[in-house]
């Protein structure tokens, strides 16, 4: 199994321009997630899915279009990019919350390797 | 006040020791929490979940303090391969179960 899949791995960007970041699971899990990781800061949420043809969105959507057509993949555009959208991209999928063997309700995410994105 | 708040670090320790990191949450209702940990420029990758009757998993130990909204990570005989960047989580009932993520506490084991 690959797990999470992430392309492209880097993309250097000049403000306005468009682009698709695409990840895939083979895990065949419910849930994806895309976030944002910036310097000091923790992830934060842009956009998730809690399947297919089904979207939502985050703690920091704007600027940001997410499409989920298939069960396995999760697409993040840019319809404009500016400086502000430099950061490191991760996407994550996890099964369906459920009940751990302690009572608690859990969902672990598995990550992909990340896409680091600068636009200039 | 942030929703998850971590000590960024670094904290500097010598192979052998022992390391205990802390992380305060705001919302008294959640109740799921987990640390994560990252390698520098590597995605995160789920370290142990933390239950309520503390934890163990060979030399890492989490608790989790629900009156004082707080959960640790104590880690004994460091070793060189312990550095990287621990994350807490904490999932947000209300915010549709969502993960939310601390900004991190950084690990350096030096020989």
């Known amino acids: 199994n690959a797990g999470v899949t992430q392309t492209p791995k880097f993309r250097v960007l000049k403000t306005g321009q468009s682009m698709t970041l695409l990840c895939a699971q083979d895990?065949?899990?419910?849930?994806m997630y895309w976030y944002r990781q910036d310097p000091g800061m923790g992830l934060r949420l842009i956009h998730y899915s809690v399947g297919e043809g089904t979207t939502a969105k985050g703690e920091v959507p704007d600027g940001y279009n997410v499409s989920r057509l298939k069960k396995q993949n999760f697409l993040l555009g840019l319809e404009s990019a500016a400086p502000s959208q430099t950061s490191v991209y991760f996407c994550?999928?996890?099964?369906?919350?459920?009940?751990?063997?302690?009572?608690?309700?859990?969902?672990?995410?598995?990550f992909g390797p990340g896409t680091r994105l600068t636009v200039l | 006040r942030k929703e998850v708040e971590q000590d960024p670090g670094p904290f500097n320790v010598p192979e052998g020791a022992t390391v205990a990191f802390n992380c305060t949450y705001s919302?008294?209702?959640?109740?799921?929490f987990f640390w994560y940990r990252q390698d520098c420029r590597k995605e995160p990758k789920l370290l142990m979940s933390?239950?309520?009757s503390g934890n163990e998993d060979g030399r890492f130990t989490a608790q989790l303090n629900r009156a004082s909204q707080y959960i640790s990570l104590l880690i004994r005989d460091s070793k060189l391969s312990d550095s990287a960047t621990y994350l807490c989580?904490?999932?947000?009932?209300?915010?549709?179960?969502?993960?939310?993520f601390g900004a991190g506490t950084i690990l350096r084991v030096k020989s």
């Open positions: 895990m065949n899990h419910e849930y």
């Open positions: 919302n008294s209702a959640s109740q799921s």
């Open positions: 933390v239950y309520s």
């Open positions: 994550a999928s996890s099964h369906l919350g459920h009940r751990g063997r302690h009572g608690s309700s859990y969902n672990e995410q598995f």
């Open positions: 989580v904490v999932n947000f009932p209300l915010r549709g179960n969502k993960l939310v």
